[in-house]
């Protein structure tokens, strides 16, 4: 699916785009992702709080390897503790099913599921940032009975929730706007939020890899739910592409 995708003729201009999964994706598609791209993914602890944030609760295991841990937060260097943990708990999105409590997991499987995905061919591209230079790639996986049960999930539940809705004019009037959370700069921003609306749930899992110039992958993210264009960011990207951006995000709440 990945490469019947609808795009106009790339150059390197920051205007440029094609559209997957009905959303505009501002970049050069610059090669595949490669076996070698997985053997050399490196899991760093920005990546288990960007996962951790779409929890539920945290094991006491996932609690003790994580605190007192040093990050990187946009350009302050921060150590991780039980406040900082609690807000990225209480960062508004998607959540996976409470079963599963451990970041760490979430990884194992996310990079069993692209050996997989890598073997059928269906590969998706790289995604060249027309500004930063930066690299993306998104992995869309459908879980299987059988994953269910490697987690512990029951067969009849969902494995997360898509926490993320239309705004509709039936709901239109529920909807305000809020900060995101606090956890980290990233999550600084403001987003529309609604209550009294039904979660969805889900078994869609969403793993996004990425990557800066001459340095080894990252496994960015894993969340459930649906794909979305990004959050906008002004110093990051393109007019057009804040834009389209803040356009679809204005469309768009978290469930609260």
């Known amino acids: 699916m990945f490469r019947n995708m609808v795009e106009k003729e790339q150059t390197n201009r920051p205007e440029d785009y094609f559209e997957q999964d009905g959303i505009r994706q501002y970049g050069e598609k610059v090669g595949v992702f490669e076996q070698a791209d997985l053997e050399s993914i490196k899991i760093t602890t920005e990546s288990l709080i960007h996962i951790a944030r779409h929890l539920v609760s945290l094991s006491r295991e996932a609690q003790s390897r994580l605190i007192g841990q040093d990050f990187l937060d946009g350009s302050e260097h921060r150590t991780i503790d039980d406040d900082f943990l609690a807000s ?28 997989t995905i890598l073997a059928t061919g269906q590969i998706p591209f790289w995604i060249k940032d027309p500004i930063t230079g930066n690299m993306s790639v998104d992995f869309r996986v459908v879980v ?18 898509a926490s993320l809705v ?37 078994d869609n899992l ?34 057009e592409a804040l834009e389209y951006n803040k356009k679809w995000w204005s469309d768009y709440a978290f469930i609260k």
């Not at 299987?144 to 929730?161: C, Q, R, S, W, Y």
């Not at 909807?175 to 009294?196: F, H, L, P, T």
């Open 88 to 115: 990225q708990l209480a960062t508004a999105g998607s959540k996976f099913n409470p079963t599963i409590n451990n970041p760490e997991k979430i990884v194992s499987f996310c990079l069993e599921k692209i050996k």
């Open 166 to 202: 239309k705004i509709t004019p039936e709901i239109a009037d529920r909807v305000s706007e809020e900060w995101r959370g606090a956890g980290q700069a990233v999550d600084r921003i403001k987003v529309n939020v609604v209550s009294g609306v039904e979660v969805p749930m889900t």
């Open 144 to 161: 299987t009975p059988e994953d269910k049960d490697n987690f512990g999930i029951p067969v009849a539940e969902k494995l997360g929730t």
């Open 206 to 239: 969403i793993i996004t890899v990425k990557k800066r110039p001459d340095r080894p992958p990252v496994l960015y993210t894993a969340f459930t739910g649906i794909a979305t264009a990004l959050p906008p960011r002004p110093s990051e990207q393109s007019a």
